[in-house]
């Protein structure tokens, strides 16, 4: 009998193989397996992008041969049961001779969900389940809401100080949290397929709005969000109109911009997604519905703060990170990432759960999804009604 230890161990390297296929793989789940034999790991596998093997048959592959009596194999998510783009990966663990199967998360796609562990059984595979479950869930965030709701990930990030600023009464914020906590946050940049921010950011920070991870850029879908088209008046053309990524970059525009505007991007190279919408600030739904239409399955807004509030009132941030540095304004007129609400009792207060806490440097990151009150309750009287 192997103890729980030794099964954590195994799982931990396996989840490990699946975070060096991190943001590679949507919209299908990044895994890990690890097949081991008499005590040993043999031959590990992860997840190849969308259309390719799945972990578990890149691990069989990686082995080259029928594997030992008793060998087992660990990996992070419940293996898949049925034909897609590629075969069941339980046929492949049932035909190779694997007689034991150590899972981390079970398959969150009602069509799936425990099924797999029915036809390994079925085969004659013992099934071990649930080691380090909350670890594995949590390597799947985008794909998890996904495959339950049909809807892309809205998260957003902040950086902010003890008492909740992202900017002294000046506009000083750079840089507020830690050079850890700022790599960690390009880390979640490269696993979202999309990035989003207002028009105001672009014009006053000009950021490039790529990943950087281990000296290597990347860039997602840029999504810059602009329901009058300001950003495009400019004399000086922010950079994400005008850099070698430029196709990769979204204006979210609604009609109130004008398609001169519009025909000016496209001939750059720009994408503009027009939503339609009464006034000049964009549709949410309309946005998350264009995202899902165009296979987008996850979004990472960075603000600025006016963006993030209305997402935040529109009940549509789905999951918040916040990194909170050791710093303190103590100051009214600092500057705060989320306001706009009037929350008079903490019943009607907005609260995360399943929450995570990891440091990076001297800064504590604290995130989880966002579960809201019955009601929210906007104070029209102090909300700054600037569009983006």
């Not at 890990?32 to 259309?51: F, R």
């Not at 909350?134 to 998890?144: G, K, Q, R």
């Not at 990769?248 to 109130?256: A, G, L, M, S």
Request: glycine content about 10%; hydrophobic content about 40%; aromatic content about 8%.
């Amino acid at each position: 009998m192997i103890d729980a230890e030794v099964h954590a161990a195994f799982m931990r390297r396996a989840i490990e193989l699946a975070r060096s296929v991190w943001g590679t793989t949507h919209p299908n789940p990044m895994v890990g397996a690890l097949i081991v034999e008499d005590g040993e790991g043999v031959a590990e596998g992860a997840t190849s992008p969308a259309g390719g093997p799945h972990a578990e048959i890149n691990a069989l592959q990686a082995l080259g041969r029928k594997p030992k009596p008793g060998a087992a194999m660990y990996v992070t998510l419940e293996p898949c049961c049925t034909h897609g783009r590629t075969p069941p990966c339980t046929d492949a663990i049932v035909d190779a001779g694997i007689t034991r199967v150590v899972v981390g998360a079970t398959d969150p796609n009602p069509a799936h969900a425990g099924k797999g562990y029915e036809l390994l059984r079925a085969g004659g595979v013992e099934v071990i389940q649930g080691v380090l479950e909350a670890e594995c869930t949590d390597l799947n965030l985008i794909f998890n809401h996904w495959i339950t709701t049909g809807r892309p990930l809205f998260a957003a990030k902040s950086g902010v100080t003890l008492d909740g600023k992202v900017a002294t009464r000046t506009g000083d914020s750079k840089w507020i949290t830690s050079e850890a906590a700022r790599a960690n946050g390009h880390a979640w940049r490269r696993y979202f397929p999309a990035i989003a921010v207002g028009a105001g950011t672009v014009r006053s920070d000009n950021p490039r709005l790529t990943a950087r991870v281990n000296g290597t850029e990347w860039c997602p879908w840029r999504f810059v969000f602009d329901g009058l088209l300001r950003s495009v008046t400019d004399k000086s053309m922010p950079g994400v109109f005008t850099d070698e990524f430029r196709e990769r970059t979204i204006v979210v525009t609604t009609p109130h911009g004008g398609l001169g505007y519009v025909r000016k991007l496209n001939a750059m190279g720009v994408k503009a997604w027009v939503l339609n919408s009464s006034t000049p600030k964009v549709n949410f739904l309309d946005f998350r519905a264009r995202c899902a239409q165009e296979g987008i399955t996850g979004v990472f807004f960075e603000g600025g703060a006016q963006l993030l509030s209305e997402l935040l009132q529109a009940r549509e941030l789905d999951y918040l990170f916040t990194y909170h540095a050791p710093v303190l304004f103590a100051d009214d007129k600092g500057k705060a990432i989320l306001r706009g609400l009037r929350t008079e009792t903490l019943e009607n207060a907005i609260r995360l759960h399943t929450v995570r806490h990891e440091v990076h440097g001297d800064d504590a990151l604290m995130r989880g999804y966002v579960s809201y009150p019955e009601k929210l309750y906007v104070d029209e009287a102090t909300f700054n009604r600037k569009v983006y």
